[in-house]
């Protein structure tokens, strides 16, 4: 259930602020959408779309304000996730939020010139980037706010009222996974100051995606989040087939059950194979990444590929099962409980693994929810919101299967959280493939779904569809969408613009990982730096689908 | 017995060349250092898992610190917002070092042809080693190690081989 809602740009935050109190305590997304050369004539050449979501997580609303102007009151005095996600409006399109605490470029770098999302900047004008930000300025405001006072010297802190180190952890750092850079203050090995900064894998998906076809977007999905590709792919095609109003077979439905919860255990074993080894337990990296290669070699003989498959098309998939699929799973699931068994065996009454990540990098619930948490993360601290319980779709309320929930919020829980979900997404797997309903995978509309080879060689029909198809791409009917599924890292949500042509008009991702860094900060002040890395490796941030 | 010299010395010494020797250690003792940006950084994990076992190679120690490596894997997209903090790595490393490009994204900037991904990394540093691919496979990481490692031990590699690149980042 969904509503939209047009509200007048002066009215936004009074809204916003009465929403909140009716009980929308959870901002899903923000993002813009620039008009300038859509085919029907809108009421301003800009809009804000707002997605918040219910506190009984059963439903959503979208509000959508049009700018004469460029600029809006912030709404991070009533949701904190709104920091980030507004300034990633400002950096991407330009648009100033009035009151905001720290509007500032978030993906793109500090010497970029423009707002690349605008539809009148060119798609490959690239900008060098000669030197990185030194994140004094946002550091001396931080250090400010904790009333500690450094004198500015040169480009660097001296002489503060309190004795502090300043450190670079990442970018390129394996515990920072390669793209996340956090700059922190410290007081001996106490954090008392952090500030991050992410971007540095901003590829330019969503524009990307302004200039293919949807069934070209699929490979780029996959590279959203690499670690569980597939489902990032059935949520973008979910998105557009109910864009075009059209339901999948039963058969593909349960197809893609059995592999979102594929994916999820995929996505959990190397999360927790990383984690492990940063905390120095190298051991479990192999119990838990050699299932993960046996998955691969299960997916490269159904897809074709190991880690990137775009198996999705829209209106289904490539191909069906190959003949003994299921027996090669069943085998593959064996293997995976072996690993999470050993690891377990390992950890599970470790004295020092308890010492590690108990009361460690701790979010309340309350917090969580503020700062838009989802998934493991957001379950962690407690709130039993899960989209395959509280919105099912493809059949997932006929599956028995647990929500699983920590109590506090630290890194054991989320650790733990992300074990039990292992074992909950074996449960499903089971019960879809001892029930795998037969029938055809893809829908019988050729204006959607290409012919068969043979139909293309030997009928004219069958050529005309796939040319069409190849050429013009999946027509989708002119409007805006949102929607999500539980993905391995939580609510992973596309908000589709379409032009009635068959080429996006504009596509936003709604990325777990990015609101999940955006608290990052504040979970580690005042921890130990050695902390702050487990804290990072427990929330899982996938720098694809954060940055994007 | 009788103990000559030539006897003894068959037995304990060699005669090779002195670049030829310096090759031959080299081959085996590449110390990588993994510059993992995105989903290629995760086939490389499966290359130091296992399975495939890039210890097999005799390149095993992989080192975070660009100080302690002589072998860099740009394994990932590299955006201009990266590419500075690329090019301080590359200059950390002392010499005599190599640079692998894994996957389509570092060699040419793979399918993102846009304003934020920089079209290959070799207008940065200079590159002796391209794997295609998308992610590349292992077997694929690992072939160029050992075409690398074939081209040390010919002493293929001439020091000065970079000494005109100019990268986009650099004099400026
Ligand atoms: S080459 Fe492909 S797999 Fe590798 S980083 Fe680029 S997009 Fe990812």
């Given at each position: ?41 809108q ?15 059963l ?8 700018l004469?102007?460029l ?66 300025d946002?550091?001396?405001?931080r ?18 009222n ?56 699929v ?12 489902s ?23 197809i ?132 395959r319980?509280d ?69 004219i ?13 999946v ?19 596309f908000?589709i ?12 991702v ?27 490796g ?11 | ?25 080299r ?66 490393m ?79």
């Amino acid at each position: 259930m969904c509503e939209n809602i047009i509200v007048p740009a002066e009215e936004l935050h009074t809204l916003i602020d009465t929403k909140y109190k009716e009980g929308f305590t959870y901002l899903l997304d923000i993002t813009a959408v620039d008009y300038t050369v859509y085919p029907v004539v809108q009421e301003e050449l800009f809009a804000l779309i707002y997605v918040l979501r219910h506190e009984s997580f059963l439903y959503h609303i979208v509000l959508k304000t049009y700018l004469k102007e460029l600029k809006i009151e912030t709404i991070t005095d009533i949701f904190k996730g709104a920091n980030w996600l507004e300034r990633e409006v400002y950096d991407q399109y330009g648009i100033h939020f009035k009151n905001h605490p720290n509007l500032r470029r978030v993906l793109n770098h500090k010497e970029f010139v423009g707002h690349p999302l605008l539809k009148a900047y060119p798609i490959t004008k690239g900008q060098l980037l000669h030197e990185v930000d030194d994140l004094i300025d946002e550091m001396n405001n931080r250090l400010l706010s904790r009333n500690v006072v450094c004198k500015l010297e040169s480009g660097s802190f001296s002489e503060c009222n309190k004795d502090l180190m300043f450190l670079n952890l990442g970018p390129s750092h394996p515990a920072s996974h390669g793209t996340i850079r956090t700059y922190v203050a410290l007081d001996g090995e106490t954090i008392e100051c952090a500030v991050s900064e992410i971007g540095y894998l901003h590829r330019g998906f969503e524009k990307s995606c302004e200039n293919h076809t949807y069934n070209q977007i699929v490979p780029y999905t996959d590279r959203l989040n690499y670690c569980s590709a597939i489902s990032n792919n059935i949520a973008f095609v979910k998105t557009v087939e109910e864009m075009l109003g059209i339901t999948i077979s039963e058969r593909a439905q349960a197809i893609r059950v059995m592999l979102l919860e594929l994916s999820r255990i995929e996505d959990h074993a190397v999360c927790l194979a990383a984690i492990l080894v940063d905390m120095g337990g190298l051991t479990n990296y192999w119990y838990m990444y050699n299932p993960r290669e046996d998955i691969y070699e299960l997916l490269s003989k159904l897809t074709g590929a190991r880690l990137t498959n775009s198996y999705m098309r829209v209106g289904g998939m490539t191909n069906d099962l190959y003949d003994g699929f299921d027996g090669d799973l069943k085998e593959v699931i064996k293997k995976i409980q072996y690993g999470v068994e050993q690891t377990l065996s390992l950890i599970k009454h470790n004295r020092i693994f308890h010492d590690r990540t108990q009361n460690v990098g701790m979010i309340t619930a309350e917090n969580a929810l503020n700062y838009s948490l989802t998934g493991p993360n957001l379950r962690a601290s407690g709130i039993a919101y899960d989209m395959r319980k509280d919105t099912p779709y493809y059949g997932y309320e006929k599956y028995q299967f647990d929500v699983v929930v920590g109590s506090v919020g630290d890194v054991y829980d989320r650790i733990m959280v992300r074990f039990g979900e292992i074992e909950e997404s074996i449960k499903i797997i089971e019960q879809v493939m001892g029930n795998l309903p037969q029938g055809e995978i893809n829908i019988k509309d050729f204006s959607i779904v290409l012919p068969k080879k043979e139909a293309v060689y030997t009928t004219i029909e069958g050529a005309m569809n796939q040319f069409k198809l190849i050429f013009e791409g999946v027509k989708v009917p002119l409007g805006e969408h949102y929607s999500s599924l539980e993905a391995t890292n939580g609510e992973l949500g596309f908000y589709i613009v379409s032009d009635g042509s068959g080429t996006p008009y504009k596509v936003k991702v709604k990325a777990p990982s990015f609101t999940a860094m955006s608290a990052y900060a504040q979970m580690i002040e005042g921890s130990q730096l050695a902390d702050a890395i487990l804290t990072l490796g427990s929330l899982n941030i996938i720098a694809g689908e954060m940055d994007r | 017995m009788e103990l000559d010299t030539t006897t003894l010395l068959n037995d304990s010494a060699i005669a090779t060349r002195l670049e030829e020797a310096i090759g031959w250690a080299r081959e085996s003792s590449l110390w990588p250092m993994v510059f993992g940006t995105a989903c290629c950084a995760i086939e490389f994990m499966s290359v130091a898992a296992s399975k495939y076992d890039i210890s097999r190679f005799g390149a095993e120690v992989v080192r975070f610190s660009p100080r302690q490596a002589d072998l860099l894997i740009v394994a990932g997209t590299i955006t201009y917002k990266q590419a500075p903090i690329l090019k301080q790595i590359y200059e950390q490393m002392s010499e005599p070092k190599w640079v692998v490009s894994m996957g389509a994204c570092a060699c040419s900037g793979g399918f993102y042809d846009n304003y934020s991904t920089m079209q290959g990394i070799d207008n940065i540093i200079p590159v002796d080693v391209y794997v295609g691919g998308c992610p590349p496979r292992p077997e694929a990481l690992i072939d160029a190690l050992l075409s690398l490692q074939n081209d040390l031990r010919i002493n293929k590699y001439n020091p000065d081989r970079h000494k005109d690149f100019r990268g986009l980042l650099d004099n400026v």
